[in-house]
């Protein structure tokens, strides 16, 4: 079946500006997981859900950060006032459901803050 | 001190070559390892999924665990140019615990020459 699907594919915004990235997790997978890549800083944690909840939040790096999951499918992840340190890779992943520990991956949306 | 260190490389060995690459990492709790392998500006790719200590096969790769050194690595035997690729190792406590996230390495950027 189709894989983890993310958009946009590439982001270029403002300064201040807000974002919203987009993740289609593989269809009946109850866990989703948003990460961040940088330069120097490697694939990071940013917040897990599970359906429709996040029990895991400890990776959000600051208030600026939010997710949501809605129909325990499609999640959300937005960034207000986007500084130019956001700029990285934001990596979507799911996996089947608790007790399923391979996550898969999609492609990315690589975000870049002038 | 990262949880989980990986030498970042780069690496170039010759075709045909056996590739070596390993992570350590400190905290004891980790249970799952895994693997993955990411080509330029992709996201990463689920090789290899290990669970404890010991080995696994599948073919040309082959992952071990020691959690008693806390060092896991992997094996491809028979590198092909298309093996050329970061490489990261990732490991978590596993949902039974709550501990679903991935932890990981940065990386290790291998490239095969023909």
């Known amino acids: 079946g189709a894989g983890v699907s993310q958009s946009p594919s590439n982001k270029v915004t403002e300064k201040g500006k807000d974002v919203e990235l987009r993740c289609d997790p593989i269809s009946g997978h109850t866990a989703l997981y948003w990460y961040r890549q940088s330069l120097g800083q490697g694939l990071e944690f940013l917040i897990y859900f599970q359906g429709n909840s996040a029990p895991d939040k400890s990776g959000l790096p600051s208030d600026r950060f939010s997710a949501e999951r809605t129909g325990g499918s499609v999640s959300t992840l937005t960034i207000q006032r986007t500084q130019q340190e956001d700029s990285a890779v934001y990596l979507c992943a799911s996996s089947a459901q608790r007790g399923q520990e391979t996550q898969y991956f999609g492609p990315g949306t690589r975000l870049l803050v002038l | 001190q990262k949880e989980v260190e990986q030498d970042p490389g780069p690496l170039s060995v010759p075709e045909g070559a056996i590739v070596s690459l390993n992570c350590t990492y400190s905290n004891s709790a980790f249970q799952y390892f895994m693997w993955y392998r990411q080509y330029s500006r992709k996201g990463p790719e689920l090789l290899m999924y290990?669970?404890?200590?010991g080995n696994k096969e599948d073919g040309r790769f082959t992952a071990q665990v020691d959690k008693s050194s806390k060092y896991i690595s992997l094996f491809i035997r028979d590198s092909q140019p298309s093996d050329s690729a970061t490489y990261l190792c990732?490991?978590?406590?596993?949902?039974?615990?709550?501990?679903?996230?991935?932890?990981f390495g940065t990386g290790t950027r291998l490239t095969i020459i023909p």
């Open positions: 290990t669970y404890s200590s």
């Open positions: 990732a490991m978590s406590g596993g949902s039974n615990f709550g501990n679903e996230k991935l932890t």
